[in-house]
């Protein structure tokens, strides 16, 4: 059973005395249902489950009064003896949530009630709106939390690697000074292998069960085209194809030297107007996530951050990897990171960074000078290097040596290194990205 970081989050939420309604939101198949019905195994005496998916016909609970009492004495009439209310007791699991409208709108009523805990689950597609919107969004009544595929700590975890083991990376990164060599060794060898498994619970599952590479790569493409389906189900009859034409153009997007997304590569002539709306929707389907330019590398960052120019990564690296050619897998393996001009350096960290919580920035001026990550740590504005091998860090040196100009003076260089420090740059193992987590 995998462990996931979503389990102390309910936790927490379970010892609050006021709780409300949850929902927890995500891409398909990240692992939401799961991890709900494991947490209330282990704290609740009774479930009361409803997938509104499976059974369509559970939404019809919702469609009268949406009193409690009135929606219990529907649901116990479907369920029977499987449906069992105890004030403080049972756990209400509304899965797939964004496939009832009106029970979405229910959480408001289960919150002022208070006598069940409700947890919903649902597609980021259908918790932002797509498909059919509920009468009223319950603001104030329900607390949203963002779900991920695993990310690199918990791909770890899965992989027999304890925390007294990371606390040892960690401590390296905190004291500066290099991670033992057998430790690196290993280390370097599992974000290999990250990068070709990525995240989704079934994929990492197969691995660890197996280590059998063909049928990591099948799940990854079923999913893959499970997303098309979704595609086909959710989006504007007239988009359609659009938006499988902007999501069949990430690996080549990617590809390019000047990684920047460009409409006209999507379909060639082509200009946001026509595809803007379905690259909007990809992103809220959880697929993908945009890193944006900065005018200017300064705090806050989001305040410097050009709507208009921005690259876009796949959300899981697995998902990505399983989009190129076969064999790109193997490749990954032997160590050979350097394919499509270093985005699958680039898109492994960015599917690090997007998972601990992070929004994504670059910074690419028409001087030449580009930047492959910014980000906020230990409260400052902090440039992020992705290299292959040794790298050149002319742009970084550039801008750190005009602070007064750039407001810059730390660095950052991720790569096939051991811990080390030149300077106002701090040269880092790629592995540790996922140690990047301060912000203050």
């Avoid at 797939?96 to 649902?122: S, W, Y």
């Avoid at 619970?201 to 799940?219: C, G, H, N, T, Y």
């Avoid at 189900?233 to 990684?259: D, G, H, M, T, W």
Wanted: charged share 25%; glycine share 6%; hydrophobic share 40%.
């Amino acid at each position: 059973m995998l462990k996931r970081k979503i389990e102390e989050r309910l936790v927490a939420w379970k010892k609050l005395p006021d709780r409300i309604p949850l929902i927890i939101k995500g891409c398909r198949q990240c692992g939401k249902t799961f991890s709900v019905l494991e947490f209330a195994r282990k704290n609740y005496k009774h479930i009361v489950y409803l997938n509104f998916f499976e059974n369509p016909n559970y939404v019809s609970a919702f469609k009268g009064s949406l009193a409690v009492d009135d929606i219990i004495m529907y649901i116990s009439a479907m369920l029977g003896e499987n449906a069992i209310f105890k004030e403080r007791e049972t756990v209400l699991i509304l899965d797939e949530i964004q496939d009832c409208p009106e029970a979405r709108t229910a959480l408001k009523f289960f919150h002022l009630d208070g006598r069940f805990d409700v947890i919903g689950t649902g597609s980021l597609l259908g918790v932002k709106g797509y498909g059919r919107e509920p009468m009223s969004v319950p603001v104030g009544s329900e607390r949203v939390i963002d779900m991920y595929p695993l990310d690199f700590e918990e791909f770890l975890w899965a992989n027999g690697i304890s925390q007294s083991i990371i606390d040892i990376i960690k401590s390296a990164l905190d004291t500066e000074t290099p991670v033992p060599e057998p430790l690196h060794n290993r280390f370097k060898q599992l974000l290999l292998q990250y990068a070709v498994v990525g995240g989704m619970p079934r994929a990492v599952q197969i691995f660890v069960d197996k280590k059998q590479m063909s049928e990591v790569l099948q799940v990854q493409r079923d999913i893959v085209r499970s997303y098309e389906d979704d595609m086909i189900k959710y989006a504007e009859k007239k988009e359609k194809s659009l938006v499988r034409e902007c999501f069949e153009s990430i690996p080549r997007q990617l590809a390019k030297e000047n990684k920047k997304f460009q409409y006209s590569v999507v379909s060639k002539g082509s200009a946001a107007i026509r595809y803007a709306g379905c690259l909007q929707w990809i992103e809220d389907a959880g697929i993908i996530i945009r890193c944006h330019n900065l005018s200017i590398t300064q705090l806050p960052l989001d305040g410097n951050a050009e709507e208009e120019t921005f690259k876009v990564y796949m959300s899981d690296m697995g998902l990505f990897v399983s989009m190129l050619e076969d064999g790109t897998q193997y490749d990954i393996l032997q160590g050979n990171l350097f394919g499509y001009k270093g985005a699958i350096f680039e898109n492994l960290v960015a599917d690090i960074f997007s998972k601990m919580g992070r929004k994504l920035y670059y910074f690419r001026k028409d001087s030449g000078l580009e930047i492959d990550f910014v980000i906020r740590y230990k409260g400052e504005c902090t440039l992020v290097e992705v290299k292959a091998k040794s790298g050149n860090t002319k742009s970084t040196k550039t801008i750190l040596s005009h602070p007064e100009k750039y407001h810059v003076n730390d660095a950052i260089k991720l790569g096939d290194y051991n811990v080390g420090r030149k300077g106002q740059i701090l040269t880092l193992p790629l592995y540790m990205a996922f140690l990047l987590r301060s912000t203050i």
